[in-house]
């Protein structure tokens, strides 16, 4: 697909937009006195606005990532920048998108609240990707497809040669969402950005960079598609103590951490197949197994009583049977082995 193309992909009611322009847009000097923004002069540590286009943010992390700055959207989670996908190229009651199932649901939660029909396309059994049953669920009006990779929940994830296959055979955006990429053996789609004008990538600080409280999401994409995204998006969408502390927070590496979670992960993953319980323990690329066992429900309820919470999927379409697990300490996955120990002994609570 070509740059041009991605703009006619665009809402026509969002290609004519005229976006807010806040206070701190209209001047980029150095300014002593700020009298532009109806703000409280008194210093609290917050009275002033943030920076609307978190210019700081982004040019520590363009080369960490290895991108430019303008490649760079940061979002209120994930979930902004979900949802901004939607509000961007479908236009309500006629457009639709194209999903994986299982994965992450706020893609079909956004596209409801949007009145966008999601087609979901199934994984195939072993959570492999299903390419032409992906590209035979589309037609003239889908606007974009959705894959994840690591994949939530099945933990696998899909090469870059597959999704490159999905880039150059669907004329529209394809999401990759990469929320797992740190903990992963296939590399990230983010070199890609250049050779796919049609590629857009989500990444996140709340997996490996252990920052779910602050609420910071990441899109990456061409120039242009982040251009849009900067201009429909809440003007201060990114507030002044999360810039801060994500800042602060690019000085540190995350290697250690990852490389403690990918032992644990590998730890978790050999034990599991010794309960009698465990039927399939799915191989994963991410922070956490997908394992299927004989009874979801009871195993639950059993770890829920003994003070540990897992994710229950069981009612997820392809995950019958199945418990999503989160890697976490390793004294907290001494406890979660010491539950499934005393579950598989009869021991069983809940
Ligand atoms: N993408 C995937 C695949 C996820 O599993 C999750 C959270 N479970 C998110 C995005 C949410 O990320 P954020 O915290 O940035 O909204």
Not at 31 to 37: Q, R, S
Not at 64 to 83: L, M, Q, R, T, W
Not at 200 to 220: D, E, I, N, P, Y
Request: include cysteine.
């Amino acid at each position: 697909m070509k740059s041009d193309d991605i703009r006619a992909l665009v809402r026509p009611n969002i290609q004519k937009l005229c976006p807010y322009s806040t206070a701190r847009d209209e001047y980029k000097g150095t300014i002593g006195v700020f009298l532009d923004a109806n703000e409280s002069p008194f210093p609290t540590g917050w009275n002033r606005y943030p920076d609307p286009r978190q210019t700081t943010l982004r040019e520590k992390l363009a080369p960490i990532k290895g991108v430019k700055p303008e490649n760079i959207f940061f979002g209120n989670g994930s979930d902004e920048a979900i949802d901004l996908i939607f509000r961007i190229f479908c236009v309500p009651g006629k457009d639709n998108v194209v999903a994986i199932a299982p994965s992450y649901g706020m893609y079909a939660v956004s596209a409801s609240i949007n009145d966008v029909e999601v087609r979901e396309v199934v994984l195939n059994e072993d959570f492999s990707l299903p390419y032409d049953r992906l590209l035979a669920a589309c037609d003239a009006d889908t606007k974009a497809i959705f894959l994840c990779s690591p994949n939530n929940p099945s933990g696998n994830a899909f090469s870059n040669e597959e999704i490159f296959k999905v880039l150059e055979n669907f004329n529209g955006i394809v999401i990759v969402d990469e929320a797992y990429i740190d903990f992963c053996s296939v590399p990230s789609l983010l070199g890609s950005l250049d050779r796919y004008p049609n590629l857009v990538v989500f990444q996140t600080f709340s997996k490996a960079r252990g920052l779910a409280g602050l609420r910071l999401g990441l899109a990456f994409s061409n120039p242009y598609v982040i251009s849009v995204m900067m201009m429909v998006k809440y003007p201060y969408n990114i507030n002044a103590s999360t810039q801060k502390f994500a800042l602060a927070a690019l000085e540190n590496g995350i290697d250690a951490q990852v490389a403690e979670i990918v032992a644990q992960r590998a730890r978790v993953a050999a034990a599991l197949p010794q309960y009698s319980f465990v039927r399939k323990v799915y191989p994963s690329e991410a922070n956490f197994i997908l394992v299927k066992v004989d009874d979801a429900n009871r195993l639950y309820d059993h770890l829920i009583a003994d003070g540990i919470i897992v994710r229950n999927r069981n009612r997820v379409v392809g995950c019958a049977g199945c418990l999503r697990i989160t890697i976490g300490l390793p004294e907290e996955n001494d406890k979660l082995l010491k539950s499934l120990n005393d579950y598989e002994k009869g021991n069983i609570r809940g």
